[in-house]
């Protein structure tokens, strides 16, 4: 019995580590696209507003609620990848034990 394969949990935990970096760094492409619209809007409502000469707090707590959430939706995926890999991990510790101690000797 070796080690659990867990290089597509692994894999998927580092792709998805990149992402949320990506999304704190401001970068568009790990968004889904209802982020990017809405992403999209709060710039063009705002760039709107500058054109105005008038306020743009709206569209800037738009475009950090969708940060906050992207982060928020990247971070519970990593957490849900971590959580399948320790189960993997304890299933295949689990067996090698019973494995063990079920020898004659």
């Known amino acids: 019995m070796g080690k659990p394969d867990t290089r597509r949990l692994?894999?998927?935990?580092?792709e998805t580590t990149r992402k949320l970096?990506?999304?704190?760094?401001?970068e568009m492409w790990p968004?889904?696209?209802?982020?990017?619209?809405?992403v999209l809007a709060a710039l063009a409502?705002?760039?709107?507003?500058?054109?105005r000469s008038k306020s743009t707090g709206r569209a800037e707590r738009k475009l950090e609620t969708v940060s906050v959430?992207?982060?928020t939706r990247l971070i519970a995926e990593i957490t849900?990848?971590?959580?399948?890999?320790?189960?993997?991990?304890?299933?295949?510790?689990a067996a090698?034990?019973?494995?063990?101690?079920?020898?004659w000797w």
Not at 10 to 14: E, F, K, S, T, V
Not at 31 to 38: D, F, I, P, Q, V
Not at 96 to 103: I, L, N, P, V
Request: charged fraction near 35%; hydrophobic fraction near 30%; avoid cysteine.
């Open 10 to 14: 692994d894999r998927a935990i580092q």
């Open 21 to 26: 970096e990506a999304v704190r760094r401001g």
């Open 31 to 38: 968004l889904t696209g209802s982020e990017r619209r809405a």
């Open 45 to 51: 409502g705002g760039s709107y507003r500058v054109m």
């Open 69 to 71: 959430s992207a982060e």
């Open 80 to 93: 849900a990848l971590q959580t399948e890999r320790q189960r993997i991990e304890n299933e295949a510790a």
């Open 96 to 103: 090698k034990a019973a494995k063990k101690s079920s020898g």
